[in-house]
Structures are given as structure tokens and as C-alpha cells.
């Protein structure tokens, strides 16, 4: 077994363990070390006192409270330590305790304490050195440089578990912003959910009212023709029923069975069926015309420039009392233009309804925008700009 592999541990568990009870077993340590002179003294020591064990307690004692007070501590062991180096009952050979109250402040105090107490104890250690008889320059250079060391330790201890907290608060600021970033998608994917959902069915029922309204009259009229109305309702039901589907399954993580990706969803290249599929359920003329050289978009750019048209053109056919549409796309290097106007009187409300904020939010969704009202020869207009692949990775 590794040293290191019972130490870290032991290290954790003082960490975790009371400090009265830890800082406790230190202070017993410093008075054993302390009094290992008295026990072995060397020949020509001055001689154990009462006094003199007193004073080396008083070095040891007020350790236990160097945690919560290290200032106070380390004052109460330097005055003790003196007393004990102008008394000689005896004086202190290392100072055990002082090194300790210097780590600790080191460790827990402010800079003006912590070097008004570097300085007294080198100045202390110092004229205490050059007071004692028969002092050799090795005696300065210990003594000066374990008060240095000890001093060391606990600035690179300070700077150690400032490092610690600070990773440990990034670590907790990153968790926070990972779990506010996963709810903000969250949000985000629920609300395209919803938006297609919407358009979707709105779309779907819209059509399928209008062929049943109709469905009546040509039944009495037109039996062949009332056969392709319903055919058409039927129709349209399943196109929506296949695009929930895949709304659906990606909600359920569900792949399709006959393939690896999913069937992906409309884009700009649907919109002639789309057209199409308008223009026969709900008897409106539907025209599409393109101008310039179509570009490529980013994927959610695709539906969401479709599921503008389904919904425009839905908005056309249960409020508008059209007879016609013409939808624009007008292609530029940076940029994607649609609209859809109409020669209808517009839905209730122009500037407001689900549907028209479902088409702003999807347009300010890609980097784009979009407005609606009166169009330039009466009717109503509803028009979006979409950037295209290459200008919105330039816009992040």
C-alpha cells in the first residue's frame, strides 16, 4: 500500500472531523514537543521550574482556540514565548508554538496582521538570539528561517484554498448555468412544439371545414365531386396525422422502422404541394413565384419558412374571404424574403391572433423578422425575412 493512498484519507478526515477536538490534539503535540528539553535536557541547561512549566503551556493551550481567534492566539503564544525566553525557566529550544500561531495567521488573517506578526517575530527571535550567551550564527540562520518557513507554509496554504473555493464556486456557477441552459432549451423546444402543432392542425382543420361546409351542397349537386371533396378531407387528415407523428416521436425519442434518421420536416421545396394542396381543398387560386437564385438555409430555417406559408395561407382561408394568394420568394445573398398576400379583407384583428405572433416568434427564432397588415393594393400581406445558411453562422 502507498503512502499515499492511506494519507489523503487521513487528510480528509481532519478536514471533516471537530476542530476544537483536532486543534486539541495539537496543542497536546506542542507541549510534548516543547517539553521534550525538560524531559531530556542537554548538560548545562538551566533548569525545569514550575513557572517555567506554566510559561510552556501557556505556548500550547491557546492553540485550541487558534481557528476560531488567530489573532488573539497568536498574541497570547508570543507573550508566553517571551516570558518564557526573558525568564530561562528554561527558554524555548524551537518554538513550536510560535510556528504554529504563524502558519494559522498566515493561513486566516488579514495582511496588516499577518505581517505586523511576521515582523515581531522575526525582530522578537532576533534580539532574543543576540541577548543569549554564547549564541552561534547558525542558532539566527534556524531560528529566523524556520519563522520564515512557517510563515511560508501558510501563505501556500491561503493561496491553496483560495484556489479550491474558487473552483469549486466556478464549478457550481457552471452547474447552474448548464441546468438554466438545459431549462432555456427546454422552453424553446417546447414552445417550436407547440408552434408546429399549431400550424399544423389549425392548417389540417381549417381545410377540412372548408370541404365539409362544401360537402353538403355538392353531395345534392355534384355526387362525383362530392367523392374528391371527401377524398381531400381524408387526405388532409392523414398529412396532418403523418406530420404529428414525427412531432411525436421526436418527443419520444422513437425512430422510424424503416430507416436510421427520421423523416425529416417540410421545407421551402414543399411549398409548390403545399400550394397545391391549398389551392384544391379550399378552391383558392394559389400562385407561387420566385425571384432570384435560391440559396441554402440552415434546417430549422427550412420548416420554419414552410410553416410561415401554411400559416399565412391558413389565416387566408378562415378569415380572409379570399379568392386568391400569391406567395414571393425573393432571394438575395444574405437574405430570404416571403411573403404571402392575399386579396381578402384579413383576419380579425391584423396585428394579432396566435398565429401571426406563432410566425413572428418562428422568424425571430432564425435571426430574422416579420410584419403583417394591409397589403399595397388592399388585402393582406404578411412578410418575413429569413437569413440564409452562410449570413447567419456570420451572426453566430
Known sequence: MSARSWIEPAVARLRTANPYAVDGALAALVLFAA?????????????????GFLL????AVPLVWRRRAPFATAWAVSVATVAMAVYHAPPPTVIYGGLVVLYTVATLCPPVE????????LFGVFFTVFLK?????????????????????????????????ALEDRARRLERERAADTERARAQERSRIARDMHDILAHAVSLMVVQAEAGPVVVRTDPARAEA????????????????????GVLKEEQPVTGGERVPQPGVAALPALAHQVAESAGLRVELRTDGEPRPLHRDTEVAAYRVVQEALTNTVKHAYASSAVIELDWTERALTLSVTDDGRGPAGASGGHGLIGIRERAAACGGDAEAGRGPDGGFRVVVRLPVAGDRAALG
Open 133 to 165: 550567551e554564547h549564541a552561534q550564527p547558525f542558532e539566527y540562520a534556524f531560528h529566523l528561517l524556520s519563522v520564515v518557513c512557517a510563515y511560508a507554509l501558510g501563505m501556500l496554504a491561503r493561496v491553496q484554498r483560495a484556489y479550491t473555493a
Open 229 to 248: 371533396v371527401f377524398d381531400t378531407i381524408a387526405a388532409t387528415g392523414r398529412d396532418a396525422m403523418t406530420q404529428l407523428r414525427r412531432i411525436l
Open 35 to 51: 517539553s521534550l528539553q525538560w524531559i531530556f535536557p542537554d548538560e548545562g541547561d538551566d533548569r525545569l521550574t514550575w513557572q
Open 56 to 59: 510552556g503551556t501557556a505556548t
Open 114 to 121: 499577518r505581517r505586523l506578526m511576521l515582523l515581531g517575530w
